[in-house]
């Protein structure tokens, strides 16, 4: 059964740091990882994807990467902005479902 | 623009009360897929569809849940009877499996549904 575990839970940094997401899992047997952001009180809406024969991805100030062979993946975003202040999910997709990590709760104060 | 939508966005009940939440995915996408969300246990999978035919309900409580899909514009999560420990946020979301490829693409999700259970 695939496990998914982000680190660190919770992250507090001042407007304009470069931060870093952890994502480890369990099973290398995937199709696809996938980020996500979650505002509070609304739901999933999907970041980035990664195909499991690529390494990485990037949007904007996103940049994720994927490392089968170590089990995880990582979310760079540059220069935080207040706006980036949500819970980021990695989740894993099997054949047809995905595993969520529990996030981590991302605070960008001005 | 579209996206799924869910009804209704907030239900208070009461322990023993049966819940029906619905779910429209949207149109065109042929996997619809039945999320909870706790603190506790973070996004869980309950439920998914593909072509209106349930795949997978491992993840649900049997006992007391079940998940439909009357047409291709509705599915449907009921809990008879409800408790306390049913309180969570209910994700529904739909995607597609395009045809000759196994594996699911990204999946969009609705606002989701915040059950209370007293």
């Known amino acids: 059964k695939q496990e998914v575990t982000q680190i660190p839970a919770a992250l507090s940094v001042p407007e304009g740091e470069n931060l870093v997401l952890n994502c480890s899992f369990t099973?290398?047997?995937?199709?696809?990882l996938q980020w996500f952001r979650q505002d509070p009180g609304k739901g999933l809406t999907s970041l980035l994807l990664i195909q499991s024969s690529q390494r990485e991805q990037t949007s904007g100030r996103l940049n994720a990467s994927l490392d089968k062979s170590s089990g995880r993946s990582t979310l760079y975003i540059a220069a935080s902005q207040p706006g980036d202040s949500a819970t980021y999910l990695c989740?894993?997709?099997?054949?047809?479902?995905?595993?969520f990590g529990k996030g981590t709760m991302l605070l960008v104060s001005p | 623009d579209a996206r799924v939508t869910q009804t209704p966005r907030h239900k208070v009940t009461e322990m023993g009360q049966e819940v029906t939440m619905r779910c429209q995915p949207i149109l065109g996408h042929n996997t619809v897929f039945w999320y909870r969300q706790t603190m506790m246990q973070g996004l869980e999978l309950l439920a998914y569809?593909?072509?209106?035919?349930?795949?997978?309900d491992s993840g649900m409580p049997k006992d007391r849940f079940s998940a439909e899909m009357p047409d291709a514009t509705l599915a449907t999560l009921k809990i008879q009877p409800s408790e306390p420990r049913d309180s969570a946020v209910y994700f529904c979301?739909?995607?597609?499996?395009?045809?000759?490829?196994?594996?699911?693409?990204?999946?969009?999700f609705g606002p989701g549904t915040r059950l209370l259970v007293l």
């Open positions: 989740a894993l997709a099997g054949y047809s479902t995905l595993t």
């Open positions: 099973d290398s047997a995937i199709y696809n």
């Open positions: 569809f593909r072509n209106r035919a349930p795949l997978d």
């Open positions: 979301a739909s995607g597609l499996v395009r045809d000759g490829q196994g594996h699911q693409e990204t999946q969009y």
